[in-house]
């Protein structure tokens, strides 16, 4: 440990035990589930590769819905909220309420072989493999413990570009889902605007730039550098917040300042940095397609030297498309073209307000109101 590093250790530890946090910005899921009224049970599931992911569950009378979240994130988002939270609400409504956890997150950082601290491999993955491996063998596991033959799903944003690639690639899922119902839907990313756009053409810059240092995982929990962001981010929580809405669209009013300490505690959490190189691509590329390594690389993997566009067609389960008119993520022009292409969309949600971004469908303080009404529909609908 240099002596910067130990310096910024005492700085952390000193400021951590002086500020006041919130109690629920420790809890984990399970703890934040008793808190608002459901005891809740850890599940473990391990993927044809040997990721081990947990999964939690609120059990309930009604039928399984699972819930899957988006990128650095984790079940946590689910529930943060607490009585406004959409875990609680489902559990409230009788639901048998789960909540995924992709390979990476604090939540699924172990596999039967791999070290995540030393063996680099454990972190080649994206969203392809969250779509792949992990997503399906959650629902095997969800269904085979309940005797169910089909579940609910609810996805944000990378959660739902899992789902894309699971129904395209293994469309024997489309029909275990009775339907998707998918927020910040993820696929396309043909109107992106400044600042991101420009982000986005520095990837593959920034990547080669940190490709040296062999970082392939980002924000792990308990890191110097992590310690620091949420440090910084529990003073500085405005500016924070800024840097999310630069790239996810402008909310404050639903992102009150007094939630903010909760949030950057649990948000965000490890990942690859594959699955942001992923995204970019996308960006970049303005396709939906597997994962780019260059003409030699693609041509060994794919046998072209381009990387082939995930086959939407194949994916056809029911689908309903919200989205937000202030989302800069998943901008509504690039919904309304995914509308297009899907083949079994049942319903497709512009959010009311002007000002809904991609973080209201997991954090807006007044989902009770605006959000739920519309997912319970759903849910009782199909
Ligand atoms: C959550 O917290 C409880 C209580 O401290 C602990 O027993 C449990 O192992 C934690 N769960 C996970 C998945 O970390
Ligand atoms: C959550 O809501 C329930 C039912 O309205 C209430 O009894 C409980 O006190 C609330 N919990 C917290 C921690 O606010
Ligand atoms: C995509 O899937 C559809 C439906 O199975 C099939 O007809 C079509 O040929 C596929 N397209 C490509 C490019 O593979």
Wanted: charged share 25%; net charge negative; hydrophobic share 35%.
């Amino acid at each position: 440990m240099s002596i910067t590093n130990i310096m910024l250790l005492i700085i952390v530890t000193s400021v951590t035990t002086n500020s006041l946090i919130p109690e629920d910005a420790r809890l984990n899921f399970t703890e934040l589930s008793m808190k608002y009224g459901h005891s809740a049970e850890e599940h473990i599931v391990i993927t044809e590769d040997g990721y081990i992911l947990t999964l939690f569950r609120i059990p309930g009378k009604k039928p399984p819905v699972l819930l899957l979240h988006g990128l650095n994130d984790c079940s946590d988002t689910f529930i943060i909220r607490g009585n406004s939270s959409l875990a609680i609400t489902l559990a409230n409504k009788g639901y048998d309420t789960w909540a995924g956890n992709a390979r990476g997150n604090k939540y699924a950082r172990q596999h039967t072989k791999l070290n995540p601290d030393t063996d680099l491999t454990f972190w080649d993955h994206s969203f392809h493999e969250h779509g792949y491996y992990d997503l399906p063998a959650i629902i095997d596991y969800i269904l085979h413990a309940t005797g169910h033959e089909t579940l609910k799903s609810i996805g944000h944003s990378e959660g739902t570009t899992d789902h894309f690639v699971l129904g395209s690639l293994r469309p024997e899922y489309n029909e275990k889902i009775q339907i998707l119902i998918a927020m910040g839907p993820s696929a396309f990313f043909k109107h992106l605007t400044p600042p991101l756009s420009l982000i986005i053409e520095m990837g593959p810059l920034l990547d080669q730039v940190s490709r040296p240092f062999k970082i392939e995982e980002l924000f792990r929990d308990g890191s110097l550098e992590k310690n620091v962001f949420e440090e910084f981010c529990s003073r500085n929580a405005v500016f924070c917040r800024e840097l999310l809405f630069q790239v996810g669209g402008h909310d404050p009013k639903r992102l009150e300042r007094d939630f903010l300490p909760i949030l950057f505690r649990h948000f965000p959490t490890s990942g690859s940095r594959k699955g942001l190189i992923h995204y970019d691509q996308l960006g970049l590329r303005k396709r939906f397609a597997k994962f780019d390594y260059g003409a030699a690389g693609n041509l060994k993997r794919y046998g072209h030297t381009e990387p082939p566009d995930y086959n939407l067609t194949q994916f056809t389960m029911k689908t309903a498309l919200f989205a937000g008119n202030s989302d800069l993520l998943c901008d509504v022009k690039d919904v309304g073209y995914l509308r297009t292409i899907l083949p079994n969309v049942v319903e497709y949600h512009l959010m009311e307000s002007k000002r809904w971004n991609h973080y209201d469908f997991v954090w807006g303080n007044d989902m009770p109101k605006t959000l739920y009404p519309h997912i319970l529909k759903l849910l009782e609908k199909f």
